[in-house]
């Protein structure tokens, strides 16, 4: 069953309110096996709805339309519907229950606008809305389906999952379900990770998509089969193959993000961290204070913008600070090492940079970074030359230096 | 001058990613003048989006499609355009360059996939992408204006208002526009906002609408008209208004954030700041860097996760933890007073509170939070409770703990 989706409403024209309903719609049917071609988004106006539903139904097998069931003149999708079929309008009880419910629940007079939303096209049946006044509407008509669903996401989302998918068994909805899986990469650029695994990005079941954010790619496995572990059984051996290329960078799936992933390690490990961070400016421990129950293994931050603080709280030497400047590795290694020892953990990391947009030079431009560990007393540095305004400089250097600590977990406890 | 927007991306039809570039493109088209009548949101199929594209042609003057630039076999946009208008794709100088200077600036390998992202169809000009590897494309072509920009957002973003709208300029753009002036708010609840300006909110030119966000509210005051100075003229009045009734808690406008208000205040007056954390876990030193300069009056901070990292870098008597336990006004006021001692700065910040969720008990609830300042030894301490999951509460506290400072740089400074 293939499907497009329309959405009615000037004020996602305008960008005065995101299509929230378009995310939550395509995650439903992927679940149900439906896919989902294209969506469509258009003002209240007849002649464009109209428009819209004449295209998708020359195309698509289910047309679904989000919006404009409401009581006001600017609610046009009923009409719209009828007039693309050819239609009349006539008044069904079950909606007309529908409005007079909700007004009587409120104890209030209902105003005679209202009542249009008893009318469907001739047919139709109507889907119960139990959070508002206007009544879905499904319309089986010469071979294809029609689904009339409110706007405002609570209502539009309970009917979705209520009403109508219940309704699309019939014509095959869940027999068939998309089943997906993120595999999350870092420490590696988006276009080496595509280059590791072209050949396997023509398969078309599984498919294999990669995606870039910043310090981080994720290649998304998607299968379609008619359970989920017959979908599981056809990105297994897919996954297999690109663990067997990039396993090194491949932190996680799914959900996960590097603050969890190492946290966890370092919870079951009973290991402790402490960080010291100048250009970063404290997101390292936001990030990893994130995650609940951090503070069993996060002992400690300190963020040392000035030199005065870095001698002062990490013992960094002077004459270090003087001569190699404070953005090198040698303050980085020192600022690691110090936090360790302040603190009282087994890890400890230290971030030096030039975030931005002030302060670089020819010799350290912004976005230069360099960052330690110091795992028990064996200390690493790793150099970044990062891109981008100051936050996402800062954003990507806590990557890095969250990578940098998955790897020595995974190295040190092996 | 009428637009269509076609958005590319599969992972926007499965629902793992919601289209926020369309609100933004809407709001970004309706301020200068155009009419965007409809969006359409496609998966990364060359047929679809050239189909897609030639749909647009026929109804719009001006087509622009987001996403599928990039360097993957899933980036068909370019290809789509020219396949739709029977042009060829040439190699183009100025796309070319914005490819290998991306690389070139991160010392990194360029992979040869890269390469066709320099290819645009022919007739067609580069837009600049400072922040990634895709340049734009810009086409004028019988009669049509055709724009291709890069999906991820913040490309999205700045391509749109630096390089499309203003070549839009000659084709009627910006003729008629939507000034916005935001008032922004803390300290005070929404609900409470609204009761103090309920009279205004009727009003059509300049419209006012009210928008609450975690321990923030704005109030948007929009007008329409022929020039920047006119919608000013209508703006200014019903600012004043509002200032008379809300004055203690706006605490700037537009873009300023407290962290950025503050942050300007403190470099003005010479003034220096140390924060100590705890529940907010760096969050609050996060913010206060992410201005940039924020090195000249931040001079650092601790995350003191553990008692332990309380008493040792801050100087909280342990008898006072054992006391009243580490969530309690005097170990916030202990925190902001050690801080700023140890550190050295005019003004210290405390945050001591039970970010959830877990640790929370009847006596001290998830989300009870206290916040300590200590101005030149002068202290002060607040207590909220927060509703909310663990990074609500975390955002929450350095709301309440930045309006704090900008309250007590108010009144020290008066």
Redesign the interface.
Known sequence: MQAEAIFTGTE?????????N???????L?AAGIC????????DNLV?IRE?ID?ARRRADLIIVSGGLGPTEDDLSREALAAALGLPLVEDPAARENVTRYFAARRRPMTPNNLKQALLPAGARAMDNPHGTAAGVFLEHEGKVYALLPGPPREFEAMLVNQLLPRLEPYGARREI?F?RVLKIAGI????V??AV?DL??SDNPTL????KPGEVTL?L?ARAKSQEAARSLTAPLEVAIRERLGDYIFGTDDDTLESVTGAILAARHLTLA?A?SC???????R???I????DY?????????N??KVK?LGVEPEVLAARGAVSPEVAAAMARGVRQ???TDIGIGITGI?????GSEEKPVGLVYLGIDFRGQVEVRRE????Q???I?WQSTQSALYLLWRSLREQLK
């Open positions: 996602m024209l305008l960008g005065q309110i995101v299509n929230t378009a995310a939550f719609l395509g995650r439903e992927a989902l071609y294209r969506q469509v988004v258009v003002g464009r819209a295209n998309i997906s650029g988006e276009s080496a595509e280059e072209k990005l023509h998509a990669p995606l870039a998304r998607t960080v961070e970063t400016g404290g997101l390292l421990a936001h990893v204070t994130n609940p129950g951090s503070s996060f002992l400690g931050g300190m963020v040392t913008y000035s005065e603080a709280f302040a603190v009282g975030a931005g947009p002030g302060g030359l990062f891109m981008g100051r936050e996402n800062k």
